[in-house]
C-alpha cells in the first residue's frame, strides 16, 4: 500500500517503531518528546521512522541486511560527525537518518552519499 497501517501503543521509552514485516508504524499513546539536540539528523521520529520504510520498500533485500554492512570505526567516526550519533549506531540507522535528514533539507558531503548508497542501494538514495 502507500501508506502503513498506523497502530498506538505503549512500546516503551520508543516514540516511534517502524516494523517492517507487518508494514506497520507503532506511536506511542503519550505526547513524547523529539531526538534529544544532535542525536538525531533532524528533530521529527515520525520522519524517521518514514525513512526505514522508504529504505524497506524500496529495496527490501538492503533493508534486511543493512545492519550486517561493516561500518568501519572511521566510518562510525565520520558518520556521527557528518549525521548523527543515531545513525552510527547501525546500516539501517544510518540510512534511516541520511534520509531522512535530506528531507528535513540538510545536504551530506559526497563520502556520506556514497556509503549511504553503498549499504541502501541505488533504490534508495
Do not use: C, W
Request: aromatic residues 8%; charged residues 25%.
Amino acid at each position: 500500500s502507500d501508506m502503513p497501517r498506523v497502530e498506538t501503543r505503549d512500546i516503551g521509552p520508543a516514540i516511534a517503531y517502524y516494523d517492517y514485516a507487518t508494514d506497520v508504524l507503532f506511536v506511542s499513546p503519550d505526547d513524547p518528546p523529539g531526538f534529544p539536540e544532535g542525536y538525531g539528523s533532524q528533530p521529527n521520529p515520525y520522519l524517521h521512522e518514514a525513512a526505514h520504510r522508504r529504505h524497506a520498500i524500496r529495496n527490501p533485500d538492503s533493508y534486511e541486511v543493512a545492519d550486517l554492512y561493516p561500518l568501519t570505526d572511521s566510518h562510525r567516526s565520520m558518520i556521527a560527525e557528518e549525521v548523527s550519533e543515531l545513525a552510527a549506531t547501525s546500516g539501517r540507522e544510518f540510512v534511516a537518518e541520511v534520509l531522512a535528514g535530506l528531507a528535513a533539507g540538510k545536504k551530506y558531503g559526497h563520502d556520506i552519499l556514497v556509503l549511504a548508497r553503498d549499504v541502501a542501494g541505488e533504490e534508495v538514495l
